[in-house]
């Protein structure tokens, strides 16, 4: 019912907004998932595409042929800057990547100089709650409006593809964002989303939102064969990743020094091991991943001991645990500037300025560094700490915790590539993959700040953005 009511609601904002932008040009040819037809083009005939203020978003139509001067291109594979290089992109797709006396410009191409910048590939960020912000709203629908604008600001801030782990709520609005933008209804970032989440009775997981006839924060299952319907009915429903909770996250404490040991962090564990291990083996028979939020103990243990994809957070991450996941590929998303950052003067005032989340974090982060663990870039935004669109900061905690800056955007391109599972289609800037790119002013491999000043971004060939013009 609260579906069928959503999608009357878009349709009336879809046929309001046809109306009321009768020049408007928009090319959305039918698709679902992260493909050659999912960028919207849209164009207000006015030649008034390239730099729209945020609300308006119109984009820059399309050329049959697309050529980008890069004066420095990543080359996200092997890490390293390329001069003087050539992107020629037809439609959606990449066509040609090369030194300029190799690729030549074809007659008629429509230029796009980025000679005097760094171009890279679109960011990937794969942690983000797009209905995070948007909870004193008392109503779905206006949540899910704002919960695409979300989506349209990570956008704007060169994270053309983003893996968003549960809509806090919000039945399976999620999926319909997904969905819109899949279809070309309006532009966004290409996603991967996880719908409601698992999670016990008992818990944070099972307290009702703000709104009663609204469902829980995350679908409530007990039990090996509760969990495994729970599974079955999120993916129904169009979940891409199984979100569960291995702990629950606002019962952690510090525990004080004793025993000739330092300040601790201890939570508790919301699924046993049994349950854990059939949320896997079911999400894996159905051809779909798991992420685990935990922070460290039991819940974290037991999430990786059952083979998760990514563990999510991961606070408290020790060295066997680290072992474990490096040996089994298991993917880790810190999120360092969301709870570490944003928790601090609470963590402070709790421990009389001893220990935070934010210590514990950057011993766990650096550890799994040096370790050589599969990271991916993973904000956590826009809860309340980065807002959407404005997490960049997260590369330079990267850095700050041991990455070379080279790294950190590895993070957030190929590796978070591989995670998806899209690693043919985006991540890297070559020949027959998305042409979903972003470019900066400086050079991020001596300044890893410039990746907060994102200037242009071009998503399946669209731009999206060009400051640059």
């Not at 006396?101 to 910048?117: E, T």
């Not at 039945?171 to 532009?187: H, K, L, Q, S």
């Not at 409601?196 to 090996?224: C, E, I, K, N, R």
Request: glycine share 12%; proline share 5%; hydrophobic share 40%.
């Amino acid at each position: 019912m609260i579906r069928l009511r959503f999608l009357i609601l878009l349709f009336a904002v879809l046929g309001t907004a046809t109306r009321s932008w009768s020049q408007l040009e928009v090319n959305h040819p039918p698709y679902y998932g992260a493909g050659p037809d999912s960028s919207i083009i849209v164009n207000d005939g006015n030649g008034n595409g390239n730099k729209p203020p945020m609300g308006q978003w119109f984009g820059e139509s399309k050329a049959g042929l697309i050529a980008i001067r890069a004066g420095r291109l990543f080359d996200a594979k092997s890490g390293q800057l390329l001069t003087k290089q050539v992107v020629l992109i037809q439609g959606e797709q990449i066509t040609e990547v090369g030194p300029e006396d190799r690729v030549k410009i074809p007659s008629g191409a429509q230029v796009i100089d980025l000679s005097q910048s760094t171009v890279l590939p679109g960011l990937i960020d794969c942690h983000t709650h797009v209905f995070a912000a948007v909870t004193t709203v008392n109503s779905i629908y206006a949540r899910t409006l704002m919960a695409l604008r979300s989506a349209q600001s990570n956008l704007w801030g060169g994270f053309t593809t983003l893996r968003d782990m549960s809509n806090h709520g919000n039945d399976t609005a999620d999926m319909d964002v997904r969905n819109a933008i899949d279809r070309g209804y309006f532009p966004g970032p290409r996603m991967q989303v996880a719908g409601l989440g698992v999670g016990p009775s008992g818990f944070l997981t099972s307290w009702p939102s703000d709104m009663p006839h609204m469902p829980t924060t995350f679908m409530v299952a007990d039990g090996p064969w509760e969990v495994r319907a729970a599974v079955r009915v999120q993916i129904h429903y169009g979940a891409d990743w199984i979100k569960i909770q291995g702990d629950n996250f606002e019962t952690y404490r510090f525990s004080p020094p004793s025993e000739g040991k330092g300040w601790g962090l201890k939570t508790y564990p919301t699924y046993t091991l049994e349950e854990v291990q059939a949320i896997v083996d079911e999400a894996h028979r159905l051809g779909h991943k798991v992420a685990c939020h935990a922070f460290i103990g039991d819940g974290l243990r037991n999430c990786v001991r059952a083979g998760v994809d990514s563990i999510e957070h991961g606070v408290g991450l020790d060295e066997a645990n680290a072992q474990y996941m490096l040996e089994h590929g298991i993917y880790y998303s810190p999120t360092i500037g969301d709870y570490a950052v944003e928790k601090l003067p609470f963590n402070m005032r709790a421990t009389e300025g001893h220990w935070s989340l934010m210590a514990e974090q950057e011993k766990a982060a650096r550890m799994a560094i040096s370790k050589g663990l599969k990271i991916v870039f993973a904000s956590g935004a826009p809860s309340t700490g980065p807002g959407a669109g404005t997490q960049a900061p997260e590369f330079g905690w990267l850095v700050k915790y041991g990455m070379t800056p080279a790294q950190a955007i590895q993070a957030a391109t190929t590796v978070a590539a591989e995670m998806l599972g899209w690693q043919d289609r985006i991540g890297s800037i070559e020949k027959g993959k998305y042409a979903d790119i972003v470019a900066v002013s400086g050079d991020p491999l001596k300044d890893i700040t410039e990746m907060e000043r994102v200037k242009f971004v071009m998503k399946g060939g669209a731009v999206v953005r060009n400051d640059f013009k």
